[in-house]
């Protein structure tokens, strides 16, 4: 695992996954950084069963990051039909928004998307999906920190173990042919079990891992949102945000993470 600021002492389960719900600390002086979320919308639908985008803006807006992965962004089953929410997310928040629909209709688009305040490089959609399981994607990017590229991949990966661990070996091979550079893996996970064969491939391919207990809002005690860093990078503090807002309007709580670039 990565470094750790000096003022905080580790907490991790047999497996050596950091299993706290936050790591506070400051970003060690003289490197570049920024910071870093994922969220699970749940369609701008709320626990609350009402359909409200504004919501999920404000919340979006409040966790002040650089760069951020939504998953279960639009489909026109739930909300308003005809609302572009990749759209309207994006221009209520001030971001720019890359879209990764993996579901398609007439009226609505439903998947992943990125938004960023640094400039992205290029995007590249991923396809995650196998037969006879509903389709899965992520978006790949490079994107422009500093003077250098960083590599964020946001996923919403599948419900069946079998189905995660062919999405999980589909992503790191993707990584492994390059170009090498450092990378961030972040979003829905669909992993709930704290040994699970996939998070332990994950691990021994990442150097570090921020994974609190993200859902259900109700009563947060599953880790299914985390955010992965490689070599090269510090995950120098994470959280998982606890508001009135964010516990009615998805059933997911963000997770947000400070990543800072080694020299």
Known sequence: MADLPDNTDT?????????????????????????????????????DAKFAPSRIAAVVKALEADVVGLQ???????????????????RETGMKAWPGPTKHHERAHYGNALLSRLPVLEVRPMDLSLPHREPRGAIDADIQVGDKVVRVIVAHLGLDPWERNAQITRVLHTIERGPERPTVFMGDLNEWRPRSPRI???????????????????????????????????????????????????????VRATVALKN
């Open 72 to 90: 279960e962004v639009g489909w026109h089953h739930r909300g308003e039909v005809g609302l572009d929410q990749f759209e309207y997310l994006a």
């Open 11 to 47: 907490e991790s389960d047999a497996e050596g996954v950091d299993v706290r719900d936050e790591r506070p600390g400051e970003a060690p002086a003289g490197l570049s950084s920024f910071r870093i979320a994922t969220y699970n919308v749940h369609s701008c639908v709320g626990i």
């Open 200 to 254: 332990k491939r994950l691990m021994h391919s990442f150097a570090d891992c921020a994974a609190p207990r993200s859902f259900h809002v109700r009563m947060p005690t599953l880790r299914l949102d985390r955010i992965f860093v490689s070599e090269g990078l510090v995950l120098s503090n994470y959280d998982v945000v606890k508001t009135v807002l964010t516990k009615r309007a998805s059933d997911h709580l963000p």
